[in-house]
């Protein structure tokens, strides 16, 4: 691996502080080494290196066979890949902006997804791409559509926010045989570095982690806002308020446990995601609580979410779109009090 | 005879034609009797295209059918009580139930892809069928089918396009039967014949009477050999008509009574009987045994589907995901040296240039693969720059063809694509045929007699425009 990343300069050496781009694509990298059915496929992901540059140095390495260029054509994109695991690759599919993943919506939910239950076809694929907002990419550049397909059973969708479970998710979904769908938060990309261990590694899907213990009540966030809820956490500490926060990293299937286990020791609740209010992963734990513990409630399941609308572009308009740091100390402190 | 089929081959396409017919006809039967679950779409009058194009294919290449391709199947080998149960949504049937018609497919021994009712879907995923197959050096086919109504989807174009540029092995057959539910081909696409659609994605295109199984299968055949041998999608439009309605419960009022009759007495299965029958390949004592041997088949099959349970209602919580090696081993078979794919074979240098657009990282050059338009072939043509014959030197050849991939290999193309397919096609055949519906073969654009050297700056130059 540090040989052939010092061959191609395709990666840097591991065991230096990455990015969570960076991660990405040691992730794609170190696979495609691992397994000569592992592809790319995707838009400007070849010549250019990907929109992001997540997949610079690929195609050199790679060659065109296995880093594909196509034509702006979502549904294409994700048919051929799935055509292509039919007879055992391991396709990666890039959506440029995983805002453009609804033009391949048809194809996602109803061939891909429902190919295993009903006529007993893995498709061991994986869409990935940039997506949430924080970046003043407009309403079409900023999207956070993991819920559409959160509601399609045969989909697993990761949204990680670390470099470490970016990669370890990344390389367990290219190993997984179902299709998963991976979405990078792009105001992550370059924000935050983390050292990652030399040797190859994966986290499990389906896992949340516990990100800081505390007492008097659980934040469970993810990808971006899993950072937010971190720095209001420790504001909060300052306060007397130890929140305990839950990162999901995986949305479907969801890590009931470790939200029951947290909750059981804290008896309250806020969800904070950056996707918007109506329809978002905070309501379905909400309903988990009240059908699995809801005895160990001592308050209202509270959420911190984007507002109902459509990711406006002026800078103004965007940071009262989103949820902050303000919004989630606002809620945990109302919360404290029951 | 000039389609290279010997006797044998003949009496298959009646066989599978006329079994094609009888599990309909035994199908319609269990519909009347309640023991289908949901519609029952026809393919009566259309058996010749099913049969004709997956004839055409290698047991190894892989189909995906669409609702009336029953035909296809059952050459392809699904075994009709497969297709029964199905229909009647029994626990033994390949979907156990899950789903219906000829929705399934076998990934394992039959290399089928089961179908969605969103039209077009398929072209993509065969396309990556087809790409996967030649990444893993199978040497293989892929086809599907898509109706006239379903040509105008999205995701069709989307499908062909992409094919095309990638210059996959993949056959396209365009089912025109006339008909998309009740709106008729003229209400859908202002163009005489379909398969100009293909010229659209720069590829190959027939027009066949599909009404006449040896004019498709003999389409077919080539386009298949065609596609195998690199010449990228093949699209072949065949005419036909759709008899009934678009499912049991239409009666179809809204199609002319002419146009009915007109194709009524074009039965496809009728008058592959009269040829074979002139051409002395069968007679009444063989035709007596072949239904008797169909008769014997079915009733055997249906008596084995009409005993299948009904899956157990807590099976329909199951399956949804796959759980691994213990549920399905996902192994690619290489049919070539992995070292290929793998660096440091695999690796291709960066000199991406292209005259007006700057130059790029990428790379092309000798590692560039075939479907970039056979670079290390074309280097081969190239002449030594000395003489008094004029060469580009300002776009590289690997550009040229990844700008214009049509003029790659022209000298064959166009000698492939000339009046000789249609001279084939419609060979032997007694039936009259609509001067509209007969076989004709549109070649690629662009594939013009001129150089392909000489034409590719130009094409450069227009690109860049």
Known sequence: MATAAKETNATPAAATEVTFLEAIKQAMYEEMERDPAVVLIGEDIGVYGGAFKTSEGLLERFGWERVIDTPISESAIVGAACGMSYLGLRPI?????????????????????????????????????????????????????????????????????????????????????????????????????????????????????????????????????????????????????????????????????????????????????????????????????????????????????????????????????????????????????? | MKNGLMRQQYLDLYYFMRLNRAVEDMMVKLFRQNKIVGGLYSSLGQ???????????????????????????????????????QHMAKY????????????????????????????????????????????????????????????STGVFHEGLNFAAVQKAPFVLVLENNQWAYSTPVKRQVPLENLADRGKAYGISSYTVDGNDVLAVYTAAKEAVDRARNGEGPILIEVKTFRRLGHAQHDPAEYVPK????????????????????????????????????????????????????MPPAEFAEQGVYCTGDDCHKIRPKWERPIAEVTPPRSSVAAVWTVEGFGSGKGSGGGSAPFHFGDTQKSEEKTEPATGEKPKDTEVSEAVAETIDSAVAKPGKVAGKVSAKPAAKITAKIPAKTPANARAKSHPAPKKSAKPAVASSKTQARKAGR
């Open chain 1, 93 to 338: 599919a890039e959506m440029q902006f995983i805002d453009f993943i609804v033009c391949a919506f048809n194809q996602i939910t109803n061939f891909v997804a429902k190919g295993h239950y009903l006529w007993n076809a893995p498709a061991p694929i994986v869409i990935r791409g940039p997506s949430g907002g924080g970046v003043h990419g407009g309403p079409f550049h900023s999207a956070n559509p993991e819920m559409y397909f959160v509601h399609t059973p045969g989909l697993k969708v990761i949204y990680p926010s670390t470099p470490y479970d970016a990669k370890g998710l990344l390389k367990s979904a290219v190993r997984d045989n179902n299709p998963v769908l991976f979405f990078e938060h792009k105001f992550l990309y370059r924000r935050i570095k983390e050292e990652l261990p030399a040797e190859d590694y994966t986290v499990p899907i389906g896992k949340a982690v516990l990100r800081r213990e505390g007492k008097h009540l659980t934040i469970i966030s993810y990808a971006a806002m899993m950072h937010t809820s971190l720095e209001a956490a420790a504001e909060l500490a300052n306060e007397g308020i130890e929140a305990e926060v839950i990162d999901l990293r995986t949305l479907l299937p969801l890590d009931e446990d470790t939200i029951l286990t947290s909750l059981k020791k804290t008896n309250k609740c806020l969800v904070v995601h950056e996707d918007t209010k109506t329809g978002g992963i905070a309501g379905e734990v909400a309903a988990i609580l009240c059908e699995r513990a809801f005895g160990d409630l001592d308050g209202p399941l509270m959420r911190v979410t984007a507002l109902d609308t459509p990711v406006p572009y002026a800078p103004t308009l965007e940071d009262y779109f989103l949820p902050n740091k303000e919004k989630v100390l606002y809620a945990a402190r109302t919360l404290a009090k029951y």
């Open chain 2, 47 to 85: 058996e010749a295209v099913s049969v004709g194009t997956a004839y055409a294919l290698e047991k190894k290449d892989w189909l995906a059918p669409m609702i009336r391709n029953i035909g296809a199947l059952l050459v392809k080998g699904v075994p009709p009580r497969d297709i029964f149960m």
């Open chain 2, 92 to 151: 033994d049937s390949p979907t156990k139930g899950k789903d219906g018609t000829s929705h399934f497919g076998d990934l394992e021994n039959l290399h089928i892809v089961s179908p969605i009712s969103m039209l077009g879907d398929l072209i993509p995923v065969m396309t990556g069928v087809a790409m996967a197959g030649r990444y893993l050096g199978q040497k293989i086919v892929a086809m599907t089918w898509i109706g006239d109504g379903g040509s």
């Open chain 2, 258 to 309: 002419e146009m009915r009759a007109y194709w009524e007495a074009r039965d496809p299965i009728l008058l592959y009987e009269t040829f074979l029958t002139g051409e002395k390949l069968l007679d009444e004592k063989s035709k007596k045994e072949m239904e008797e041997k169909i008769e014997k088949l079915l009733s055997a099959e249906r008596d084995f589907a009409e005993n299948s349970p």
